[in-house]
């Protein structure tokens, strides 16, 4: 599918995304954390939007690739890291060749695509044997309950609405099963070796008190460490 609306939403998703709880203090630490130690390797940052979290893995002392499908967020996070950003559909092949990167991070992007069957074995094979994937998505349940899906257990489009930055965003993603999500994993080649359902940071409680009582009390996203 098209994610056509982060062009032309682009400056505006930037602003939201350095600041909003639900990336900065609960998605960005959760991936960090599952990341580990990154001082001195070579990390892929897929679906890198404004470079938020290449930014912050560059700051760990990575070496940091980010890339993403959307040319205007490319070239804001190369307005902004000290890192490469590339524009790239993980729909089709990679051009970096096998075992270039020791980290692959996804964070909040698997969701855009129908069928993760290529984007997962490509992401396998640049990694190095040993290598980390980290993965977030949309928990499966928040999207069951949320979008009041008649099946749980079917992959589907759904359309989701945002205010960024004051500017109204819809954009369009797949619920999957956590079924789906883990043999996916398994199928490509991945060993789950974590999955987690963070907390969002004690600093959420004081910067935004409603997101924090919904970020410790219901689904929202879901994380998962891989080795390959
Ligand atoms: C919710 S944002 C990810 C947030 C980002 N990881 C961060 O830390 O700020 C989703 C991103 O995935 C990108 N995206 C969606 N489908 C993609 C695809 N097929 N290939 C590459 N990037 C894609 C979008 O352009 C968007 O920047």
């Known amino acids: 599918m098209s994610t056509g609306v982060y062009d032309e939403k682009g400056a505006a998703y930037a602003e939201h995304a350095a600041r909003n709880p639900w990336n900065d203090l609960y998605d960005r630490p959760a991936v960090l954390?599952?990341?580990?130690?990154?001082?001195?390797?070579r990390v892929l940052d897929v679906g890198c939007?404004?470079?938020?979290?290449?930014?912050?893995?560059?700051?760990?002392?990575?070496?940091?690739?980010?890339?993403?499908?959307?040319a205007v967020l490319v070239e804001i996070a190369r307005s902004l890291w000290p890192a490469s950003f590339v524009c790239a559909d993980l729909a089709e092949p990679l051009e970096f060749p096998d075992a270039s990167f020791d980290v692959v991070t996804a964070s909040l992007v698997l969701h855009y695509l129908p069928d993760w069957t290529s984007p997962?074995?490509?992401l396998r094979r640049v990694l190095v044997p040993g290598g980390v994937l980290v993965v977030s998505v949309h928990h499966p349940c928040e999207d069951w309950r949320w979008?009041?899906?008649p099946n749980y257990f079917a992959t589907?489009?759904?359309?989701?609405?945002?205010?960024?930055?004051?500017?109204?965003?819809?954009?369009?993603?797949?619920?999957?099963?956590?079924?789906?999500?883990?043999?996916?994993?398994?199928?490509?080649?991945?060993?789950?070796?974590?999955?987690?359902?963070?907390m969002p940071v004690p600093e959420c409680a004081e910067v935004n008190p409603q997101a924090y009582e919904s970020l410790t009390t219901k689904p929202r996203f879901l994380y998962f460490r891989a080795v390959a």
């Open 49 to 70: 939007a404004a470079g938020h979290l290449s930014g912050l893995l560059a700051a760990r002392g990575a070496s940091v690739v980010g890339i993403d499908n959307s």
């Open 120 to 122: 997962l074995a490509e």
């Open 156 to 198: 589907s489009l759904v359309t989701d609405r945002w205010t960024v930055a004051g500017e109204e965003m819809e954009v369009q993603y797949y619920h999957r099963p956590l079924s789906a999500v883990f043999s996916s994993l398994r199928e490509a080649g991945f060993r789950v070796d974590d999955v987690v359902e963070p």
């Open 33 to 41: 954390s599952l990341a580990g130690d990154v001082a001195g390797k």
């Open 147 to 149: 979008f009041d899906l």
